[in-house]
Structures are given as C-alpha cells and as structure tokens.
C-alpha cells in the first residue's frame, strides 16, 4: 500500500500568513488522484482539493493544490481564522485508499 | 443537498457486535459507491471498507477484514456496517462517505461513536 507522509507535523503561522504544507507518497500516485482534506474539532473531514489541483465545490480561492508523482502540496495564501484546523491528504489512485498522518495547523 | 447521516453507534463489550447505518438523501444513491471511514481518539483517518453502487463488490482494509461486513438496500437509500467480534483498536468515530476506492470523497455524514470497552 502507499504511504504517505505529511510535513509538517504541526505549522505554527499568524492570521494573513502563507501556508505551505507537504505531502510524500512511497509511490507515485496513479493519474495524481491526490486529495486533500480539512478537518475542525468535532466536525468530519471537509475535501478541498481532488485531482491534485481541482478545487471542490464552495472552497475559497486561498486554497490551491500542486504536484505529481510522489511529492503534493497544500498551499493558503492568506490564513483566515476558520482555517486552522488539521489536514489530511488521501491517495485514491491505488487499492487501498490511503490517508497522511495529518499536519496540524495552529495559530502562533 | 446530498446527507449522509449514521446511527448505531455506543457502548459495546469486547467480542461484542453492533450494526451500524447511514441514512442517505439529496442524490440517486445506487448510483453511487459508499465507503466507511474511521478515526479512533485524537488519530489519523483510516479507510474501512467500501461497496459499490449496486452492491456487487465489497473491499475491505486488512485490519477488520472478516470481522465487518458492509451492505447496503438501495430501496431504503442505507447503507450498513455490521461489526462483529468487537475489539478495543475498533473504538472510533465512524463516518459514513460518498464514493468508493478510486474516487474523491465529496460528501461525508457528521459520524457515530463507537466505543469498545468492558
């Protein structure tokens, strides 16, 4: 199965601050089916991203998504306060779907 | 508007069962894969099991394979997760999820708790 690796484990960053968070697979991901997922305390995981890069429904333009082969990244452009929370990506091009550990982002 | 909602979850003893369910409305549901989802205490996310719209093939994780079963009746717009031989690594909250193994979940149901503990 693949692996993936979120870095940071946890980014400490202001309101209004850039955002950049890294996701590593062991493998390359089939066809970049790579997502991303948004998750506040006591609520469910929310997808942003799909396909690496195609914004979900309803997700503000702060929020974009890069990369191919094993190395994605989640990019804010500027943090708003109902962003910090705890992301996760997802690979969905392999049997089975796999999750990252998750990077927490905190407000500093 | 597409809702999931699941139910059934709670309390149960270690070797213990219980049937979860997930109501769903808004969307032609044999139309579409569903998957379940856990997340146990301040963890990461684990995919489960999924099935496919009209039931024909069912995949699961290693970790709960022949101990979960998951169905679905497309006449009652539900979807299932039956647990059976219950133990402590199985305490989490479960989410329901629309789409299957090669698709992006786009729509998730609030969750149920279950605890496993004596």
């Known amino acids: 199965e693949i692996v993936l690796t979120q870095s940071p484990g946890t980014l400490s960053l202001s309101p209004g601050e850039r955002a950049t968070l890294s996701c590593r697979a062991s493998?390359?991901?089939?066809?970049?089916?790579l997502a991303w997922y948004q998750q506040r305390p006591g609520q469910a995981p929310r997808l942003l991203i799909y396909?690496?890069?195609g914004r979900a429904t309803g997700i503000p333009d702060r929020f974009s998504g890069s990369g191919s082969g094993t190395d994605f990244t989640l990019t804010i452009s500027r943090l708003e306060p109902e962003d910090f929370a705890v992301y996760y990506c997802q690979q969905y091009g392999s049997s089975p779907n796999t999750f990252g550990q998750g990077t927490r982002l905190e407000i500093k | 508007e597409v809702q999931l909602l699941e139910s059934g979850g709670g309390l149960v003893q270690p070797g213990g069962s219980l049937r979860l369910s997930c109501a769903a409305s808004?969307?032609?549901?044999?139309?579409?894969?569903l998957s379940w989802v856990r997340q146990a205490p301040g963890k990461g996310l684990e995919w489960v099991s999924s099935?496919?719209?009209?039931?024909?093939?069912?995949y699961y994780a290693d970790s709960v394979k022949g101990r979960l079963t998951i169905s679905r009746d497309n006449s009652k717009n539900t979807l299932y997760l039956q647990m059976n031989s219950l133990r402590p690594d199985d305490t989490a909250v479960y989410y329901c999820?629309?789409?299957?193994?090669?698709?992006?979940?786009?729509?998730w149901g609030p969750g149920t708790l279950v605890t496993v503990s004596s």
């Open positions: 808004g969307f032609t549901f044999s139309s579409y894969a």
């Open positions: 999820a629309r789409g299957g193994l090669l698709t992006a979940w786009f729509y």
């Open positions: 396909t690496a890069s």
């Open positions: 099935i496919a719209g009209r039931g024909s093939s069912t």
């Open positions: 493998q390359t991901v089939i066809s970049s089916y």
